[in-house]
Every structure is written in C-alpha cells, then in structure tokens.
C-alpha cells in the first residue's frame, strides 16, 4: 500500500511544494535537478510531494545551494530550532534506512556465532515467511520507514535462527535470509545508496548459497548489478551479469529438457540482466528478444527477481 495524503506530515508537503516552486522556476525538470544532487527522480518526485522526508542537514544545504536559496527560506522551521537538525524524526516517521544501513555495517550474525546453541523461544517458520513477505510488499510500496522498523528486528533473528535451526529446517531459514538481504538491497538502490546495496546483495548470495537455492543465487547477482550500475561502476555491473547467465546457460547446455521450466525461462535473454549495466541503446532487431514480464509470469520466474520469492 503506497503513502496516501494523510501518511504525509505537513511539514514535507509544504517544504516539498516549495522545492517544486523554486525548481520550475528556474524551468528544470525533475530528472535535471535529480541528477544535480546525485538522486534519482523518483527520489525527487517524493520529496516534492511530502512522501520523503529530508531530515539531514547536509542535504537540505544542497538542495538550497543547487536552488539559489539559504536553508532557512527554504525551510524555515530550521531557523527557529524546530527543523530536523535539532529534533530528528523518530524513526517511525522517517523514511529513510539509516538503522538498516548501520545494522548491516556490522554483522548481526555474530553474536549468533558467539551463543551457545539452542532454538529456543524462535518464532515458526510459517511467521517469519510472513515477515519476509510484509517486507517485500513494504518495499515496493517505497514504505522506507516500515521497512527500516521491520528490517532491524527481523534480520538478527533470521540470522541466528537460520544457524540454529535443525537441518530439516535450516536450507528454508536461509533462504528467507536471502529474501530479505535481496529485498534489502532493492530498497538501498531506491534510496541511492548503492554501498550499502552492494553489501547487502553480497549477503544475499551467500545466504542463498547457503540455501542451496541457485536461482536466488543469481537473483543476489541481480541485485548486485544494479548497485554497480547506481554506483556508475559499469564493468563491474558488466562482469557481475555474466558470471550468472554463463552459468545458467553452460547448465542448460544441451540438456533444457532436463532442467526446471523456471532455469530455462531465463535463458533466452541475455539482455535480461545485462541491460542495466550496458545503459540504453538505439533501438534494433535482434535475434534473441528480451523476455517479457508476461513470458516470465507464466513459467512463475517474475517472483524470483522481482520479490525474492521462490518458484
């Protein structure tokens, strides 16, 4: 469920309606002034209607600078000690992943490491699916706060709990760890921070690994592509791509009929991943067209690349 009108704090509309005001007088659009700042337009789009809070002073300064103006006209609660850089948002009101990006710049597996073994007290496997789920959907829904909230609860127990858990359970617990790594890293790339989206695919793929799940192992590759591409790393982006569609097509060498249907589905594009790291390109024939959405919901691969879900 997207922000609706009344999810939006007062405050953000009106400072988001001024953003717009003095950006379209100096006739930019949102892509231009987007990319001043090193974000992207969603991003922009946002916080011009009050759904993205912007509670760090740096980036006010920037927004300012780049408009012409001081941060106290842009947002005058500043100047009167009311603005974030004195009070900051708790964090159920900020839409942002500041917890979730500190949580993960340690590692919150080890003091699961560090424990004496033992489940006790661990939630089913049945309601920490479900989280995983609530988390995907809050993702998509660019629902940052929630996201962040649910993130540093659920990740250290995913994380103890897949290496406690019994073997008969354990490959599934690690694959809900992938899951929420790769959901993770979905909603850093949509904040443009592509670091921390890095080293949350990277946890991805290991947890998927893991998991014994390949396909959430290219997934993980997936996701990495795409913080190489915020981070304009583009040979990495390059690279990373072709590692997982050479192994999916040296697999399936000679043998597709052998293979699961959600396997052979990717293999007919390579443009399928590689196409964020090349960039656009002049439109052309070629003779292998990229997958549609509708192709990949018919063999149930979407899910795979799109929510983390398993086939």
């Known amino acids: 469920m997207k922000p609706t009108g009344k999810d939006v704090d007062p405050q953000d509309r009106v400072f988001g309606q001024r953003v717009q005001k003095l950006r379209k007088e100096q006739r930019r659009t949102q892509a231009e002034f987007a990319a001043a700042l090193g974000k992207t337009s969603s991003w922009m789009s946002q916080v011009e209607r009050g ?97 962040s ?67 959430h192992v290219c997934a993980g590759v997936f996701r990495m592509t795409q913080a190489f591409v915020r981070l304009r790393s583009l040979g990495q982006a390059e690279h990373a791509a072709r590692t997982a569609i050479d192994a999916l097509e040296e697999q399936g060498a000679g043998r597709r009929r052998l293979c699961p249907s959600s396997v052979r589905s990717i293999w007919p594009s390579r443009s399928f991943t590689r196409e964020p790291a090349l960039g656009p390109k002049p439109r052309r024939r070629s003779p292998r067209p990229a997958l549609s959405r509708r192709s990949l919901a018919r063999t149930g691969t979407t899910s795979t690349w799109s929510s983390g879900r398993s086939t």
Not at 54 to 66: P, S
Not at 179 to 204: I, N
């Open 51 to 147: 759904i993205q809070p912007v509670q760090r002073m740096d980036l006010l300064q920037q927004i300012a600078d780049e408009l012409g103006v001081s941060v106290q006209q842009l947002r005058p609660s500043v100047a009167d000690g009311s603005g974030p850089s004195q009070h900051p948002a708790p964090l159920s009101l900020s839409n942002d992943l500041d917890e979730t990006r500190r949580l993960i710049s340690g590692h919150p597996a080890l003091r699961a490491l560090l424990a004496s073994p033992g489940t006790e007290g661990a939630r089913s496997v049945e309601a920490l699916r479900k989280d995983v789920d609530d988390l995907w959907e809050l993702t998509h829904a660019a629902r940052m706060a929630q996201v």
């Open 149 to 215: 909230v649910l993130a540093v609860e659920l990740l250290p127990e995913l994380e103890r709990t897949a290496r406690m858990a019994p073997d008969e359970t354990r490959s599934e617990l690690f694959l809900l760890l992938s899951r929420t790594y790769q959901a993770l890293s979905a909603a850093f790339v949509r904040q443009d921070e592509a670091d921390a989206a890095w080293v949350a695919a990277d946890r991805a793929i290991f947890a998927a690994e893991r998991s014994g799940d390949p396909l």
